[in-house]
Nanobody, 123 residues
Framework: QLQLVESGGGLVQPGGSLRLSCAAS????????IGWFRQAPGKEREGVSC????????KYADSVKGRFTISRDNAKNTVYLQMNSLKPEDTAVYYC????????????????WGKGTLVTVSS
């Protein structure tokens, strides 16, 4: 069964850090760009960051630039999202998704989705 599973969410105080993981099972991520998305209560889902299959291209939403870092370890079939200097407005369910593309990355046409992990930033 092809799956993406997110982990690493939780409750953190403003200014704190979390590292999210997106692990694939049933397929290899080598050929997939990965995107991280989030959906806050009452808001639409938005793209946060993405990384190409080689890791050579990364993109970030303006709201997280300089605070979040996306990376991947293809040997572990896992993609990470390091989140620093967290703010209450970062509170959301975070999803990862895979897109089989040859080059680059984006936030549309994703092939597989995880079920999400909740990040709550609150004092």
């Amino acid at each position: 069964q092809l799956q993406l599973v997110e982990s690493g969410g939780g409750l953190v105080q403003p200014g704190g850090s979390l590292r999210l993981s997106c692990a694939a099972s049933g397929f290899t991520l080598d050929y997939y760009a990965i995107g991280w998305f989030r959906q806050a209560p009452g808001k639409e889902r938005e793209g946060v960051s993405c990384i190409s299959n080689s890791g050579g291209t990364t993109k970030y939403a303006d709201s997280v630039k300089g605070r979040f870092t996306i990376s991947r370890d293809n040997a572990k079939n896992t993609v990470y999202l390091q989140m620093n200097s967290l703010k209450p407005e970062d509170t959301a369910v975070y999803y990862c998704a895979a897109d089989r593309v040859l080059v680059g990355c984006g936030y549309y046409g994703m092939d597989y989705w995880g079920k999400g992990t909740l990040v709550t930033v609150s004092s």
